[in-house]
């Protein structure tokens, strides 16, 4: 081999080594400067045919998850373009309206951002509904008074708006509701007074159910 081969084939492999060197230099500053993070975002999920649950005649026993939660791995600079936004994630309950249990698997949230990003639901991926179906009842309001009216004053009349209450809830819940009770406090009245007071739901053994409150509008007259 002369020495114009050898010069050329020692330019040669210094020209590798020098990219190679500047391909390690570069990832080294990048990593430096750029590094590969991971955040967590909360990404909401949209219902769609929610309605359809109560027009079914279906009650949701428990709260379902909201949102889900996911793991996004990216360029930090790149995911300082990122936001919970950025990612789409529905669920139809059209397929599960029926009364029972149902475990719904999550898909996948669709990112419709444009930064280079991996990205997937971090822990739980499914959402639980548990139907049952509706009950309805109507009770009649029971109006409990405390305390004693001003020294000379007695109650002349107590009239409520409404005098029922409708109850729709659990099948399971509202079976079990025997009475509704309204308290108002007339200690020292000494004149006419409406009040504004919540109804409370009561099981025939006297326990408070669980019933979504409602309120009634109580006049009590004195004379």
Wanted: aromatic letters at 6%; charged letters at 25%; one cysteine or more.
């Amino acid at each position: 081999m002369n020495n114009d081969t050898k010069n050329k084939s020692s330019k040669n492999v210094i020209r590798v080594i020098s990219i190679i060197l500047a391909v390690i230099f570069w990832f080294l500053i990048t990593n430096r400067e750029n590094p590969i993070t991971t955040v967590r975002y909360d990404v909401p999920i949209q219902i769609v045919n929610e309605s359809i649950i109560k027009d079914r005649k279906l009650h949701v026993v428990e709260d379902y998850i909201k949102t889900v939660e996911i793991s996004v791995r990216g360029r930090r600079n790149s995911l300082s373009h990122v936001s919970a936004s950025d990612f789409h994630l529905s669920v139809d309950f059209a397929d599960y309206a029926v009364q029972g249990e149902h475990s719904i698997k999550l898909d996948k949230p669709v990112y419709t951002g444009g930064e280079v990003i991996n990205y997937e639901i971090f822990g739980k991926n499914t959402l639980d509904l548990i139907l049952e179906s509706t009950g309805e009842k109507m009770l009649e309001i029971e109006c409990i008074t405390e305390g004693t009216p001003d020294s000379g004053y007695s109650v002349s009349s107590i009239d409520m708006v409404p005098e029922r209450i409708p109850l729709e809830n659990l099948s399971s819940l509202v079976n079990e509701a025997v009475s509704a009770r309204v308290t108002v406090n007339i200690d020292r009245l000494n004149s006419d007074k409406t009040y504004k007071e919540t109804v409370k739901i009561y099981d025939r053994n006297g326990n408070e159910l669980d019933i979504l409150p409602q309120n009634v509008m109580v006049d009590v007259k004195v004379t």
